[in-house]
């Protein structure tokens, strides 16, 4: 047991260092969207609850309590995350030559993305956090799955002819520490 432990210990460490230092797409008092930082500005209501863009990269989050601001952010990003799938996915899959994956969703999920062996493929809810070209190597990414199951060779060589620089989209995304699950404590 200990030997596993000293064998995983750098990996743990860069983990650790990533969680701490990277970038929340929640946090206590602001969100990231689109790959910007915007200000979430708490409105206690009796009535309906929602949330809005405002002017100065504010959200406004009208709730009857504030621990709701979570969930209300998590609709609103499975919403538009799931806009952006239905809009984005079809261009980008005709770009990677895949003809025909068996299904797309957006959902809560701990990768930002996967692919079946069916060809289903599934996205986070926390995708439209991300900046375009951050969601585009997602996409990407999950669509070469579909004839490539593992990050062979194979595999890095198409994601390369279709997106030069995935390497460093890779980095640039390691550096994003996605919300934890609503379900989480």
Same mark, same amino acid.
């Given at each position: ?53 405002? *002017?100065?990269? &504010? ?8 621990? @709701?601001?979570?969930? !209300?952010?998590?609709? +609103?990003? %499975? ?24 299904? *797309?969703?957006? &959902? ?8 079946? @062996?069916?060809?289903? !493929?599934?996205?986070? +809810?926390? %995708? ?58």
């Amino acid at each position: 047991m200990e030997d596993a432990i000293k064998k995983k210990s750098e990996w743990i460490i860069e983990q650790y260092d990533r969680l701490s230092s990277g970038e929340p797409v929640l946090a206590d008092d602001s969100v990231m969207f689109d790959g910007h930082r915007l200000r979430l500005d708490f409105q206690k209501t009796a009535g309906e609850e929602g949330l809005f863009l405002a *002017a100065g990269g &504010r959200v406004v989050v009208k709730a009857a309590e504030r621990h @709701r601001i979570r969930e !209300l952010v998590r609709r +609103w990003f %499975l919403k538009e995350s799931s806009r952006y799938v239905i809009r984005a996915l079809p261009g980008i899959a005709r770009k990677a030559g895949v003809r025909k994956y068996h299904r *797309a969703d957006v &959902r809560e999920i701990r990768n930002w993305g996967y692919c079946t @062996r069916d060809g289903r !493929l599934s996205f986070s +809810w926390q %995708l439209i956090a991300l900046p375009e070209r951050l969601r585009e190597y997602i996409l990407c990414h999950e669509l070469v799955h579909l004839t490539e199951p593992n990050h062979s060779v194979a595999f890095k060589r198409k994601l390369g002819s279709l997106l030069p620089d995935f390497r460093e989209r890779e980095k640039e995304l390691g550096r994003v520490v996605p919300a934890r699950s609503i379900r989480e404590p």
